[in-house]
């Protein structure tokens, strides 16, 4: 099942390509297909999509009560681009290179690059090395 996502102040409804969230879970109907408060969103930024993502659908993103953070994903090159939420402003932080690592802080996880690009093939032939474990875990 695909979920969606509605953004109950304007009515957009959108799928997202990730979303995080945590109790409460706030579903519109017994269907549980449709999330109100997530706390991540994730978007893969396409050259038909990446205006949009950017523009209208982040403005409306921005009016989730429970989005924290909102994080933009190349699809041709290891960079990722992180919107956190700072009372009413939104911080910008990027991350770029197959070792960089990207802190999603309102969840407390950490992913190396390498690890979201594991099957994509980049420009210049970039290759993922081995995946990130965190320090002090174990395998």
Same mark, same amino acid.
């Given at each position: 099942?695909q979920?969606?996502?509605r953004?109950?102040? &304007?009515?957009?409804y *959108? #799928?997202p390509d990730v979303?995080? *969230?945590g109790?409460?879970?706030l579903?519109? !109907? !017994?269907?549980f297909?449709t999330?109100? $408060?997530?706390?991540v969103i994730?978007?893969v930024?396409s050259?038909?999509t /990446?205006? #949009?993502d950017? +523009?209208?659908?982040?403005a409306q993103y %921005?009016?989730?009560?429970s989005?924290?953070e909102y994080?933009?994903v190349?699809?041709d /090159?290891?960079h990722? /681009?992180? #919107?956190?939420?700072?009372?009413d402003?939104?911080?910008?932080?990027?991350? &770029?290179?197959?070792?960089?690592?990207? &802190?999603?802080?309102a969840v +407390?996880? $950490?992913? %190396?690059?390498?690890?979201?690009y594991?099957?994509?093939?980049?420009p +210049?032939g970039?290759?993922p090395?081995?995946?990130f474990?965190e320090?002090?875990? &174990?395998t």
């Amino acid at each position: 099942m695909q979920m969606r996502v509605r953004v109950s102040r &304007t009515g957009l409804y *959108t #799928y997202p390509d990730v979303i995080v *969230t945590g109790p409460p879970f706030l579903f519109e !109907d !017994d269907e549980f297909d449709t999330l109100l $408060n997530p706390v991540v969103i994730a978007e893969v930024l396409s050259p038909s999509t /990446e205006a #949009y993502d950017r +523009g209208k659908k982040f403005a409306q993103y %921005r009016r989730l009560d429970s989005l924290r953070e909102y994080i933009l994903v190349s699809q041709d /090159e290891a960079h990722i /681009e992180r #919107y956190v939420r700072q009372g009413d402003l939104w911080v910008l932080s990027e991350v &770029t290179g197959l070792d960089a690592i990207l &802190t999603i802080a309102a969840v +407390g996880c $950490n992913v %190396r690059l390498a690890d979201i690009y594991r099957r994509v093939e980049l420009p +210049g032939g970039g290759q993922p090395a081995a995946p990130f474990v965190e320090p002090g875990a &174990t395998t």
